[in-house]
């Protein structure tokens, strides 16, 4: 009933930004919860931040807070996730997801995009 698609991935220098984007279609509940995890080669997903849909809450990992954001156009139907500083270890696959829990576990999650690299070069 949700389709979410993720773009905005590519590469940046260390120190630099990326902004990507959530696109949602379909049915979307105000309640629900989104969710931004990422996975590296040979590591599991790891969460990465969230926030409420309608509301303004959100949470972010430890070694993402000071430096990602989180934002929306509530007209396009998109989040957004602003990340500043990167690093070489913020290099991974970025997923987002809707689910109709605030959570940092991604089995709470119901509907996901399908990713997007971001590489971030020395």
């Known amino acids: 009933q949700v389709q979410l698609v993720e773009s905005g991935g590519g590469l940046v220098q260390t120190g630099g930004s990326l902004r990507l984007s959530c696109a949602a279609s379909g049915r979307t509940l105000s309640s629900y919860a989104v969710g931004w995890f990422r996975q590296a080669p040979g590591k599991e997903r790891e969460f990465v931040a969230t926030?409420?849909?309608?509301?303004?809450?959100?949470y972010f990992a430890d070694s993402m807070k000071g430096r990602f954001t989180i934002s929306k156009d509530n007209a396009k139907n998109t989040m957004y996730l602003q990340m500043n500083s990167l690093k070489p270890e913020d290099t991974a696959v970025y997923y987002c997801?809707?689910?109709?829990?605030?959570?940092?576990?991604?089995?709470?999650?119901?509907?996901w995009g399908q990713g997007t690299q971001v590489t971030v070069s020395a």
């Open positions: 997801a809707a689910g109709q829990s605030f959570s940092t576990d991604s089995y709470t999650y119901d509907y």
């Open positions: 926030g409420t849909w309608s509301g303004s809450a959100t």
